[in-house]
């Protein structure tokens, strides 16, 4: 009881100093953007009129575990956690026949926001799936409507998960592989045609329910 004690105590340093962090880093932005106004920045495949929220995780470090709740994309999630368990990696798992079982036919749009925004290069997007494609426990967002986390982020390529509900929306994290696999297929662009092309991008929007969407696209990590 008492080492529960104490890694509920480290829990709630940890996700107050990420949250400092985190707004400390939008305040920097913040601060850049007022400071270098006349240098165009490449804007995130984001719908107009939604907010960004922290992601909430919630899930177990290991088998018989307290559930524990923390926030921040899936990458923030692993650090918060090697902190206190530098050991740590997520359970390696065979997702392809949870995948492949999938009855929903993801309704997927592509280029979506026009040209004013940019797309996510290929290979970054590619370790945002296998980074989810591990990652145990569930991945919700606040309710909304017109509300999106950042669930996964890796160099200039970010997936959100985005409600129109007004209550909360709660995935598993590895489900969103099969979006992800989805939006590639249908949205990749590449100049030489294929997706070996270093130069590839993704960009687009897949759903299979009205109340939530996934979003790739461009965004600083």
């Known amino acids: ?17 990420h949250t400092w962090k985190h707004q400390h880093r939008q305040h920097q932005r913040h601060y850049r953007h007022h400071q270098h106004h006349h240098t165009p920045r490449a804007r995130t495949a984001l719908p107009e009129g939604y907010y960004v929220k922290p992601m909430i995780w ?22 918060q956690i090697r902190a206190v368990e530098p050991q740590f990696i997520w359970p390696s798992q065979d ?6 079982e999938r009855a929903e036919i993801t309704k997927v749009t592509c280029d ?9 290069p290929l290979l970054q997007v590619w370790q945002i799936r ?6 145990t426990g569930t991945c919700s967002v606040e309710g909304g409507p017109g509300v999106c986390s950042r669930i996964s982020c890796s160099g200039h390529a970010a997936l959100w998960l985005c409600s129109d509900s007004p209550s909360y929306i709660y995935t ?18 590449s100049s030489k045609g294929h997706m070996h092309d270093q130069h590839a991008t993704v960009r687009g929007r897949g759903s299979d329910t009205g109340d939530y969407h996934v979003i790739i696209g461009y965004d600083d990590c």
């Open 95 to 100: 997702q392809h026949a949870t995948i492949s």
């Open 112 to 120: 979506i926001d026009g040209a004013n925004a940019h797309g996510a």
């Open 1 to 17: 009881m008492k080492r529960l004690l104490v890694f509920a105590a480290w829990i709630a340093a940890v996700t107050a100093a």
């Open 172 to 189: 598993k994290c590895n489900d969103l592989v099969a979006y992800t696999n989805d939006i590639v297929n249908e949205c990749q662009g």
């Open 58 to 79: 919630r899930g177990t470090l290991k088998e018989g575990d307290p559930e524990i709740t923390l926030h921040g994309t899936i990458e923030d999630v692993a650090a």
């Open 130 to 135: 296998n980074n989810l494609a591990h990652a």
